[in-house]
């Protein structure tokens, strides 16, 4: 199997140095742990990185299927009172967007291109898609391919999840593919409902979402899965579509072991850095 690790991490901009000023101690300790990651895909020696975010281009009832082979993102970074304008991009492949794209049709699943002018324009990501790319991947890193996850409608799309990942699995079995290394990275956060004086307010349902989701990484029970579910609404999180296309995979296939979760609050929303590699 050319999947040779899966992530979940997060795509807050509190992780990045000098993005929303100065990192906080949990900003730093995530830092570090996307920097580690950056180094296992390296020297995994991955070259195609599978990424799919919440918070990408957004479809109502379509997962949207990147067709471009180059992306970038523009930050404003600040240091000591001084901002500059940093220029990411990274290398897409079309040709494996098109083969996802098809197979999830003829899946069943509600797909469609995403072309913005051309293939070769440099496509625009959002926070989602770039933030976990700016630390794991560059122009002379490992190609990706994006999708996008549909707009969030509740415990029903569990089941075209599973299609999904099942979906993504027959794909890297295909021959073109056994010969290169592949991860698959979800960008997902957990509950947003930690501080009271944010616009998405506090629920005491926030601590037991991000200690469970946690609990979870660790050992991979499905029945947390279904914990979570149960405090979508008053949790609130981002990433928990995410989590189940994990989970999916691990059901269709238990060769595969937690190596590593950090998890951090450095603002209103928690954030889980967990590793998980082919035994």
């Known amino acids: 199997m050319p999947l040779k690790s899966i992530y979940l991490v997060p795509h807050g901009g509190a992780i990045v140095e000098d993005l929303e000023g100065p990192l906080k101690p949990d900003g730093i300790l995530l830092n570090r742990a996307m920097k580690k990651v950056a180094s296992e895909i390296r020297d995994d020696n991955i070259q195609l990185i ?15 299927i990147y067709f471009h082979d180059i992306y970038e993102e523009w930050q404003v970074i600040e240091n000591n009172g001084q901002q ?31 072309i913005l002018g051309d293939t070769n324009f440099p496509l625009k990501l959002s926070w989602g898609d770039a ?12 190609q990706s391919v994006i999708f996008s996850l549909p707009m969030y409608n509740g415990e029903s799309n569990q089941d075209e999840l599973k299609k999904l990942s099942k979906t993504i699995l027959d794909m890297l079995n295909l021959d073109i593919f056994q010969e290169i290394n592949v991860a698959l990275v979800i960008s997902g956060d957990l509950s947003h409902k930690h501080d009271p004086e944010h616009h998405y307010g506090f629920h005491e349902d926030a601590k037991v979402f991000d200690e469970l989701a946690v609990q979870w990484s660790r050992s991979q029970d499905a029945s947390i899965i279904a914990e979570l579910y149960k405090m979508y609404d008053t949790a609130a ?3 928990l579509q995410g989590m189940n296309i994990i989970q999916s995979i691990f059901d269709l296939d238990s060769d595969w072991k937690h190596e590593n979760t950090v998890y951090g609050l450095p603002t209103y929303f928690g954030m889980q850095i967990s590793s998980f590699k082919k035994k």
């Open 237 to 239: 999180p981002c990433g």
């Open 131 to 142: 933030i976990p790319l700016s630390f794991i991947s560059g122009i002379e890193g490992p």
């Open 50 to 64: 599978l990424l799919t975010s919440p918070h990408g281009y957004i479809h109502p009832t379509d997962y949207l």
């Open 84 to 114: 500059h304008v940093k220029r990411n991009m990274w290398m897409g492949n079309v040709q494996v967007a098109q083969i996802l794209y098809q197979l999830l049709r003829e899946s069943g699943i509600s797909a469609s291109p995403l």
